[in-house]
């Protein structure tokens, strides 16, 4: 019905203002003065019945929670946050990698994770990182153990030098 209402007005409202010749904001509010009630008297209709069927809401239903603004953001190393250009820290044992940001109608933040509500400072500047001396232990160098040379098994060496025929000195001289 709404919607009805905003498509007749967006055409019918805006030529009648052209044909007024109303360029201006002041102008056009004081036309609507006089324009609503002529409208609202051409198209009012009278319910069939009256009765309210609007549904009362539960008390232990907060509507802030569904009328706000929800976005996702990564939490960073330094458990950190940004959100409309102000920074957030987050306390040291939140290890989640996405939270949910809520900004409700009383531009009051909330940040969630997995629904529950995570407590949060706003801070100023990134934290920074304060650099641990690494100390390297340098191990005393061992030279490897010495490997045997190939040659100096038997099995290794050339064929001809253990099955060459012998001769003695003796088998020359005659």
């Not at 909330?110 to 001396?133: D, M």
Request: charged share 30%; aromatic share 10%; hydrophobic share 35%.
């Amino acid at each position: 019905m709404i919607e009805r209402l905003f498509g007749t007005l967006q055409d019918r409202l805006v030529k009648e203002m052209r044909l007024k010749n109303i360029s201006d904001i002041k102008t056009a509010n004081n036309f609507l003065k006089e324009y609503l009630p002529v409208y609202n008297k051409k198209f009012n209709v009278i319910p069939f019945d009256n009765t309210d069927v609007n549904v009362k809401l539960d008390e232990t239903v907060n509507l802030n929670n569904y009328l706000c603004i929800k976005q996702e953001r990564t939490v960073k190393n330094d458990n950190t946050i940004s959100y409309n250009s102000k920074l957030y820290q987050l306390p040291a044992g939140i290890r989640a990698k996405k939270i949910t940001v809520e900004e409700h109608m009383d531009d009051s933040v909330h940040i969630k994770y997995n629904g529950n509500s995570i407590e949060y400072k706003e801070i100023t500047k990134r934290p920074v990182k304060v650099a641990e001396k690494v100390i390297k232990i340098r191990k005393k160098y061992i030279p490897p153990a010495r490997k045997r040379r190939a040659f100096a098994y038997p099995w290794r060496q050339t064929f001809n030098k253990y099955f060459q025929p012998k001769f003695s000195r003796a088998a020359d001289e005659k």
